[in-house]
């Protein structure tokens, strides 16, 4: 691999500022404290759920689940796709009876 493709797949991992290549490459170890000091302070443990998760989150999971939403849909596309449907029907009939 290139070193510049494994800088910019690492780059989101650790901090550029934290991780200059005079540190990494010295072998000693030592040049590694800020590193393990920059990594012992960020938070431990699973991450914390977000509120929001769209659609689905709000409607169809939890305590309030309900299927209104997809049957307002269905009903809102049946009702426009009658509405034009009707209209065109009356623009057939307008010149022409059955």
């Known amino acids: 691999m290139q070193p510049s493709l494994i800088r ?3 780059g989101g991992l650790v901090p ?3 991780a200059t290549p ?3 490459s010295s072998g000693s170890g030592a040049g590694l404290g800020p590193l393990v000091n920059f990594y012992s302070k960020l938070p431990k443990g699973p991450a914390a759920t977000s509120a929001s998760g769209g659609i689905k ?3 169809f999971n939890g305590k309030n689940a309900s299927a209104a939403p997809l049957l ?3 009903l809102g596309i049946f009702g426009i ?3 034009v449907d009707y ?3 009356l623009k057939h009939h307008k010149n022409h009876a059955h």
């Open 8 to 10: 910019r797949q690492l």
């Open 16 to 18: 550029p500022k934290i």
């Open 22 to 24: 005079s540190i990494l």
């Open 57 to 59: 989150a709000r409607f």
């Open 72 to 74: 307002f849909t269905i």
């Open 81 to 83: 796709g009658y509405t």
């Open 87 to 89: 209209q065109m029907h």
